[in-house]
């Protein structure tokens, strides 16, 4: 390998065995395949917006905070403080009750953080929703609205106004083949579910 091919991809290469050993034994909610997947899957998309290793790492890790017992302070330790605020950025925010009772409020405040977020964050959180939107759309073309029955909240307008939402939101990628995947796989699936 010449030096000019040579690429560091090292803090990359720790973040994913990190997410792999994270997310592991877990399955994508009610998709039966391994939850890794899916992290593997955004960091694909967000690669295809920029080559900054701390963005990759991110989307890789993006579901840590969250869904497994990651800890801010452990994403600083091993990833430094810019990956770990990435990944902060991408993580819901915990409110007391039920999932479907705070459901619209978290969509809402994740749809106002990310279209005032700054252009990192927008790009690591586009390599997660294009990875969820994939999904929704391949199982809408599956099995239609029975779908929606997958979620805490089944309302079909609920997901139309998030998605729409977070297309207003991600619309500063909009020269990007990601958004645009985005944009067309949200309107194939939510078109005719938006209230008039």
Known sequence: MSKKDYL??????RAICFAVRAHANTERKGKGFPYIVHPLEAVVIVSTMTSDQELLAAAVLHDTMEDTDTTYEQLVQEFGKRVADLVAHESDMKFEGSASATWHLRKQIAIEHLANAPLDVKIVAMGDKLSNMRI??????????ALWKRFHVSDPQEHAWHYYGLLQSLSSLSDTAAFQEFASLVKQVFEDKVLQ
């Open 8 to 13: 560091d991809s090292s803090l990359l290469d």
């Open 136 to 145: 929704i759309a391949r199982d809408y073309a599956e099995i239609g609205d």
